[in-house]
């Protein structure tokens, strides 16, 4: 009895070694039944039959739908560089089953054969065509931020608000499609993925303008010009142009020569007719001296403290002697502090012949701020005459009508209602007369006075500018003094 029930043991024993061989060499390098890849069976199937079976399945032509506001850019996985890893993927359906012991094995066998068990996709994923794919969409978001800005309509400003910006974020993109990877399981319906973007404030915001306390007008002047030389307005313009829209902090000094360079055919400036020496020559820069003098008298009346300014070595006829700023780069600057406790904006603009610059910041209650000349010494120009041997014996001509110089002391006053709380001399002026010069005959002694010439009934005087006779002279005198860019101090040329 007792050898009968070791042999039924043995026999059993032996049954059961049978079937587990036969079981191991059975599914030897193949996968359990029960399992599949993406929805498709692989129960069965050895590594490369897997392999077969789920590239038949195309999931390297999956479409993925890339979307963000108002657009939707179409890929397939092998367009993004992605496809399906096959070797982690038979990997992992063969280690179903082969990852306990013999008696976990069995029964997660078992389960799996009652349940199933489906493998979510594995892929290889090539970042550096994610990157450049996400790159290319980058640019098609891209709404740029847009600043803060005054708008200026004639004598009132205010405040244009900010934009916020949309940029695409990349590494939250990133994120967020390879976690939509990790959840794909079959190829189905094309795979929505929303681009992920983030808000970019403007670098100048509406909150740093109010800040500056910009809100009203200070001063407005204007010199005007001739609009016959084309050249001559356009280096006004140019001027003009570099400093409109220049905002000043508290305590800041304005340099013209930083702000507006040097003048240069190369940066636009034309050539137009300069005084060098006493004569008239082509030169280049020709009129930005009137942006000079227009912003140092708008600089004066909105009582900013002056640090540099030089008077031409002659009167101007745009501006009252005194009032006039001359620049020649790198040696004569116009340079003012914005003495105030806000910031102050300079808005330089060309309307038809007049060049208008107006000052804006946060006026002072009532106070006004007024410039006045006294001390006017006029100083007559020498007379001179010339031997000129084309003109014949006896005849004479003038060549320069000369213009008178000038002397003058000019103040600032500043009030407060009706009551004046500062005064201030801001300069003492020289202005250069400009000698009246005659062309005689080489008959006629040079050393003869002018009035004694044969021929002549005129006076010295009809030929000597003088307040009243520059303000009513003729138009196309008046255009030529207009056109004059340049002055002659002393052995330098300026900028007029």
Known sequence: ?????????????????????????????????????????????????????????????????????????KYSLET??????????????????????INENIVKRLEVLREGKDISLCFIVNEQKIDSILQELSGKIKIEAKDAD????????????????????????????????????????????????KEVEPELTTETLEETGINQMLVNFHTVFSQNDQ????????????????????????SFNQVVGNATAERGFKEAPIIVG?????????????????????????????????????????????????????????KFKNSHSHHILISSRVEDNKLVIRIFGNPVSEQRVEIKTTDVVRIEPEIKTEVNNQLKSGEKKIVQSGSPGYRVTVWRIVYIGEEEVNRERLSRDYYKPSPVIYHVGPQVQAEAPVDNLPGNNESVEDYVEGEEEREYRGEEDREHQESINLEMLHDFVFLR
């Open 80 to 101: 993004l560089g992605i496809i399906p890893d096959y070797q982690c993927l038979s990997d992992r359906a063969l280690q179903i089953g082969r990852e306990g012991n």
């Open 1 to 73: 009895m007792g050898k009968k029930v070791l042999v039924t043991a043995g026999i059993i024993l032996l049954v059961i070694l049978l079937i587990g061989l036969g079981d191991y060499l059975y599914f030897l390098n193949k996968v359990y039944p029960g399992v599949s890849i993406g929805q498709e069976a692989v129960g069965l199937l050895k590594a490369e039959e897997i392999k077969e079976a789920l590239k038949s399945r195309g999931f390297e032509q999956q479409e993925v739908l890339f979307k963000y506001p108002k657009e939707v850019e």
């Open 278 to 334: 006493g004569q008239f020559v082509q030169g280049v820069g020709g009129g930005i001296c009137q942006v000079s003098s227009t912003l140092y008298n708008a600089a004066l009346l909105s009582n900013m403290e002056i640090i540099e300014r030089t008077n031409h070595g002659r009167a101007v006829g745009y501006l009252p002697l005194g009032r006039d700023a001359t620049i020649a780069y790198d040696y004569l600057d116009l």
């Open 231 to 254: 050249n001559r307005n356009q280096n006004i313009k140019l001027a003009s142009g570099f400093i409109n829209l220049y905002m000043m902090a508290p305590g800041e000094v304005f």
């Open 150 to 197: 005054f708008d200026i309509k004639g004598d009132e400003i205010s405040i244009i608000p900010g934009e916020n910006g949309i940029e695409l974020d990349n590494e939250k993109s990133k994120e967020c499609f390879y976690h939509a990877l990790k959840e794909l399981r079959e190829v189905k319906a094309p795979i929505e993925f929303s681009i992920m973007c």
